[in-house]
Nanobody, 115 residues
Framework: QVQLVESGGGLVQPGGSLRLSCAASGSIFSIYTMGWYRQAPGKQRELVASITSGSVTNYADSVKGRFTISRGNTNTTMYLQMNSLKPKDTAVYYC?????????WGQGTQVTVSS
């Protein structure tokens, strides 16, 4: 089992920045993919960005150039730097980790972009 804990969400004005963090614990594999998903009210959960254990990254078109995903020096931490935030970025952001054939999800952290 793997436990994922997100932090760093909150309320920010349009144009502002936030940094999300995800910490993984438990049965950690060295080969994995981690990612951030988000779900806005009334919408499906969507991929925001992902990063592999080999540091290959992937971004949704809607966040390219504004968001940066990264991982820590261990296999257990991941970050999402979000700049130039827009009201449409408002959602619950979920940390995800896939290792082997198993997916794990965090509880989510709310990001609200509003003036």
């Amino acid at each position: 089992q793997v436990q994922l804990v997100e932090s760093g969400g909150g309320l920010v004005q349009p144009g502002g920045s936030l940094r999300l963090s995800c910490a993984a614990s438990g049965s950690i594999f060295s080969i994995y993919t981690m990612g951030w998903y988000r779900q806005a009210p009334g919408k499906q959960r969507e991929l925001v960005a992902s990063i592999t254990s080999g540091s290959v990254t992937n971004y949704a078109d809607s966040v390219k150039g504004r968001f940066t995903i990264s991982r820590g020096n261990t296999n257990t931490t991941m970050y999402l730097q979000m700049n130039s935030l827009k009201p449409k970025d408002t959602a619950v952001y979920y940390c995800h980790r896939a290792q082997g054939s198993v997916s794990y999800w965090g509880q989510g952290t709310q990001v609200t972009v509003s003036s």
